[in-house]
Each structure stands twice: as C-alpha cells, then as structure tokens.
C-alpha cells in the first residue's frame, strides 16, 4: 500500500510539506503580524477593540514587568488563570517572549484540581482572575508561587467603563472575597517596554505546558515546544490556504484559549496571519455567540459538536441566517452528521471535521475544506505529518483494517513534563501512539473507530474514569466506585457513575455535593446509581464494559 496515499487528495496550491522559513519561534512569527497588520484590530471583547500595534505594545510592557519586576528567567512556569480576554493573549505572548513556559490553566477548576497541575508545573508566579482568586487561595501554599498578578475582567474595558463595571460584579457576587496580594495586571502594562531585553529561543525549548489527562487519570503537562506549536502554525496556514485571505477574516473565539484547540488555532495560527479574533469569554448562553454574528462578519469560527447544536437550536440564529462564513471547523468530539447538515441548512457553509490531540499541538488531520468527503471521516494528515494504523505488536495495517492509530510529525510532544516513563509509553521509534482505535480508506482519509479506551468526551472536554473514581472513594460512605461513559444527551456524551455503599444512609444529594465541591462542573456524573456490588473479572477488576452496557 502507498504509505501516503492522502497526498494527491490535498486542495491545489496546498504543499505536502512546510517551511519554517528560518523562523526559531512562536514570537518570530507573532512579530511579522505586527509589523505587517499594526493599524488593523486584532481582536475584540465585550464591545472593545483593539489593535495589533496596541497588543505589541501591551506586550512589551508586561513582558518587561516580567522580566525586571518578578523577575521571571528563561524556563520559569508561569501559569496563566485566565478566560478568554485581551489579558490571555497579552500574558501568553509576554511570557513566550522572555523565554519562559505558559501553564494554561482551566479558571473552571476546583481547588483540588487547580492544586495538582500548579503543583506539578512548579510555577513561581500565577496570573489570574480576580473571580477566580478565591479558589486559588484555598491551595496557594501547597504550591510554589511567590509572584500573583490579578486581574479582572473589566481590565479591558475603557476607564470610564472600568471602574463602574468592577463594583457592579462585586455587588452581584461574581468576585468573591479573597485575601490574595499581589501586583495588578494593570501595573504591568505601565512597565517601560525599553527595559524589556529579547531572549535568544531555539526551536526545541519549551514554549507551554498543556495538561492532559492521557490515559492514566491524573494530568500530565504535555511538553508543547516552539518547533512543535509553530509546525502546527504552518500546517494550519497551508491547508486553510485556497479559502483564508490572509489579515482579511474576522474569526469567532467561543472556545476557551486555554485549550490547547483554540490556543493554536484560533489564537497563535490565525493571529500570526494578521486576522480579526473576536472573543467570547463565556459563550453561554448561547445567545452570547449570536450576538457576535450579528455584530461582526464573522468569516471563521472553530467549535465543538455541542457549540454547533447549540447555534442549530437557537431560534434568533435560525432567523439570522448568517452568509459571511468561509469556513467552520469541528474538533474536540466527533461531528455528528445531523448537526452539521442543520448548521449547513442555515449558514450555507459546511462544517470541516479535524482531529488532533494535546499531545500533537494539537491537530493531526482535517478534511480538505469545501470540497467533498467522506461523511465520518476526520480527514488527512496535515502536511510533513504521515499516521499509520496497526495492530497491537504495532504492524502497519491494510486499508479498511481497525487497529490503533499512529502520528507521527514536527507537531507532537516532547514528552510528559517530570514523567519520562509515561512518556515512554506514548513515544516510541518516532511515533506518537494515541490510543484511539481507526482505519484508512484507500485514498487516505482516516476514520476514528471508537475512543480511547475508557476516556469520555464531555462538550469536547476529556473525563478521565480513574480520577472520578478516586475522588468519589474519597467519601467516607463510597465502599467502591466505578465510572463509565453514558449515552449521548442532546449530542453530547455525560458522566455515569456506579456505587457501592459503605454507609446505608448515604444519598444521591449527598454524592452529588461531595462531587460539587471537588471536580469541574463538566466531570460531574450526571447519573448516580447504587449497587450492592460491582461487576469483576476473576483477578477483580472493575468491568466497566459490563457497566457501560446496563440499562439505566
């Protein structure tokens, strides 16, 4: 079999192959954007705008508030607590620029779980949001931080607006009291950016640590370098090339910045092509995101499976009808077909289904955009990327065959950061193995089969079972725990969780509080059921395929 039979299926003017072009980082390629696009707005937010020669500017400042106030070197953590926001992409560069390492930070985390990645990562200094201080600082000094810089969301907003803003939050108790100081972001916008002095990078230092659940429960920091994130940046670029115009598309950011999909695409790759980023902080209600279509032309939009349902479902998007769009890109979950045909119904434009995962910066494969494909497919491999399927001895298989899919390209990892036996496992004679079981078709269009193992998919978050499970165990009536995936609910896979009493007193309100106060609201089992035992093989382990199977 041809051992890249996708290549002639590639859109004209798309090269098989990308160029760094002598570029050794995110920032070489950030900086072009800046002096090619200065005047033109950049991106958007809660009614603002700005512009590229005002975000480098920003920059530069914070970037030499970090350097000569923190005194943040070359390698430091530096972790970022942040929803979408002028602050995010501010900060993200800043830190890339003296050298150091971004911890993008879920702001929807517990305590416990914000505890685990900043403990893990090591970082010393931590922006973030005032909404979110509260949490941090029930965890703060199990962790290594010296350095916090808050900020609020009202940040961005003219002074005239600011201030008013702030009080209104607090009085309606969205910034809840904390006792954290610190610097303000606001501060580090008034550094002299004269100070700040350029860092040399090279293509393999370590740009940002993503954290993913992988396969074994607890998170794991993927090492992301720049070579990794700007091979992705150049990928992107070529395959969007025949439909994108580059510094003329204004592109919808309802995904959070702080996942590793819409930090590379919607952020880095498109931002360094000098296009028009409009953020949502929050895209719920939905009503949020139409309100954008009906503000901007909104010419690219990234989402999940659940985002575009919730558009197909929304009355005031059906009478829209919004004509600007050139491309739509679906990741994060599998596109269910049904969505994408009512997305098409409305907006003319079809939806483009890719795949990627954390440990690949993050995208691997995509479907030739606006030209006809194979329904369920996820698509080709991306340019310099080759995917193989095989067996489980790791042979290469025929096409049709179902066996574990295989990446390989300048695009994935390093490694785990501080765990180099889990990273022996998923890295191996140059091959990234996913862990998600698919196969090829004769002219090279990969389909995803079934998911990794046991992982669930929850609104294109990944749950991990053996992390639900521990925590549930952690309450003194839960004998056993076991946690499966359940049936879709309106497109969107949830949380099922079987337990075993040790307390015959114990109640469903009672497991669902003790999961409230410990997990992020998409990890929470949306059924509860007890059982006086669990289903186990002879060695006994937990069969969750059996549990998975039960009839509610």
Same mark, same amino acid.
């Given at each position: 079999m041809s051992h890249s039979p996708w290549i002639s299926q590639y859109q004209k003017g798309v090269n098989p192959d990308i160029s760094f072009g002598g570029l050794t980082s995110i920032c070489d390629a950030v900086s072009s954007a800046f002096k090619?696009?200065?005047?033109?707005?950049?991106?958007?937010?809660?009614?603002?705008?700005?512009?590229?020669?005002?975000?480098?500017?920003?920059?530069?400042?914070?970037?030499?508030?970090?350097?000569?106030?923190?005194?943040?070197?070359?390698?430091?953590?530096?972790?970022?607590?942040?929803?979408?926001?002028?602050?995010?992409i501010i900060a993200e560069l800043a830190v890339l620029q003296i050298g150091a390492i971004c911890v993008n930070t879920n702001p929807?985390?517990?305590?416990?779980?914000?505890?685990?990645?900043?403990?893990?990562?090591?970082?010393?200094?931590?922006?973030?949001?005032?909404?979110?201080?509260?949490k941090l600082e029930e965890v703060i000094k199990e962790t290594k931080i010296e350095h916090i810089i808050l900020t609020s969301i009202a940040d961005q907003l003219p002074k005239w607006k600011a201030l008013p803003t702030k009080i209104f939050l607090r009085m309606k108790g969205e910034v809840p009291s904390h006792g954290l100081k610190g610097f303000s972001f606001s501060e580090g916008l008034k550094a002299d950016p004269k100070l700040f002095k350029p860092v040399p990078t090279v293509l393999d230092d370590t740009a940002v640590l993503q954290y993913t659940g992988g396969t074994t429960g607890h998170a794991k920091g993927a090492m992301l370098t720049h070579r990794n994130i700007l091979a992705n940046m150049f990928q992107i670029r070529e395959v969007t090339k025949p439909v994108l115009t580059p510094g003329?598309?204004?592109?919808?950011?309802?995904?959070?910045?702080?996942?590793?999909?819409?930090?590379?695409?919607?952020?880095?790759?498109?931002?360094?092509?000098?296009?028009?980023?409009?953020?949502?902080?929050k895209p719920i209600p939905i009503g949020k995101v139409v309100e954008a279509f009906k503000k901007y032309p909104i010419s690219v939009m990234t989402g999940v499976n659940t985002l575009f349902n919730s558009l197909n479902h929304s009355p005031e998007f059906k009478s829209l009808k919004p004509r600007t769009l050139k491309v739509a890109i679906a990741g994060g979950m599998a596109l269910q077909d049904r969505v994408n045909t009512e997305f098409q119904a409305i907006t003319g434009t079809k939806i483009t289904e890719g795949f990627g995962l954390t440990e690949a910066s993050p995208v691997t494969h995509v479907n030739p955009i606006k030209l006809d494909t194979p329904v369920g497919s996820i698509g080709i491999p991306l340019p310099s990327t080759l995917a193989k399927i095989v067996d489980d001895a790791g042979n290469q298989l025929n096409f049709g065959e179902q066996g574990e899919l295989l990446i390989s390209g300048p695009q994935v990892m390093k490694g785990?950061?501080?765990?180099?036996?889990?990273?022996?496992?998923?890295?191996?004679?140059?091959?990234?193995?996913t862990g998600d079981i698919a196969r090829m078709?004769?002219?090279?269009?990969?389909? !995803?089969?079934?998911? #990794?193992?046991?992982?669930?998919?929850?609104?294109?978050?990944?749950?991990? @079972?053996?992390? =639900? %499970?521990?925590?549930?165990?952690?309450?003194?009536?839960?004998?056993?725990?076991?946690?499966?995936?359940?049936?879709?609910?309106?497109?969107?896979?949830?949380?099922?969780?079987?337990?075993?009493?040790?307390?015959?007193?114990?109640? !469903?309100?009672?497991? #669902?509080?003790?999961?409230?106060?410990?997990?992020?609201?998409?990890?929470? @089992?949306?059924? =509860? %059921?007890?059982?006086?035992?669990?289903?186990?093989?002879?060695?006994?382990?937990?069969?969750?395929?059996?549990?998975?199977?039960?009839?509610?």
């Open positions: 090619k696009y200065a005047k033109q707005p950049a991106a958007s937010c809660l009614g603002v705008t700005i512009t590229y020669g005002e975000i480098q500017t920003s920059v530069n400042a914070f970037a030499s508030f970090l350097q000569n106030t923190i005194k943040v070197e070359k390698g430091d953590r530096v972790a970022l607590i942040l929803p979408n926001s002028f602050q995010f929807m985390y517990t305590p416990p779980e914000m505890l685990h990645q900043l403990a893990d990562c090591g970082a010393k200094t931590v922006i973030v949001l005032d909404m979110i201080a509260a003329n598309e204004v592109v919808l950011t309802a995904l959070p910045l702080y996942h590793v999909f819409a930090l590379s695409v919607n952020f880095l790759t498109f931002f360094a092509m000098g296009h028009h980023m409009i953020l949502i902080p785990y950061w501080n765990q180099p036996e889990q990273s022996a496992l998923v890295l191996k004679d140059g091959w990234l193995w078709d004769e002219r090279g269009y990969f389909f !995803i089969v079934d998911r #990794k193992k046991d992982m669930i998919l929850v609104s294109g978050f990944n749950v991990y @079972p053996n992390e =639900i %499970e521990e925590i549930l165990a952690k309450h003194p009536k839960i004998l056993e725990a076991a946690v499966v995936g359940g049936g879709e609910i309106g497109g969107n896979e949830f949380v099922r969780a079987f337990i075993v009493p040790k307390d015959p007193s114990l109640s !469903i309100e009672e497991v #669902k509080a003790h999961c409230k106060e410990n997990m992020t609201g998409y990890k929470i @089992p949306r059924k =509860i %059921e007890f059982l006086d035992s669990l289903p186990k093989s002879n060695v006994g382990k937990i069969l969750r395929r059996e549990l998975k199977n039960r009839k509610s």
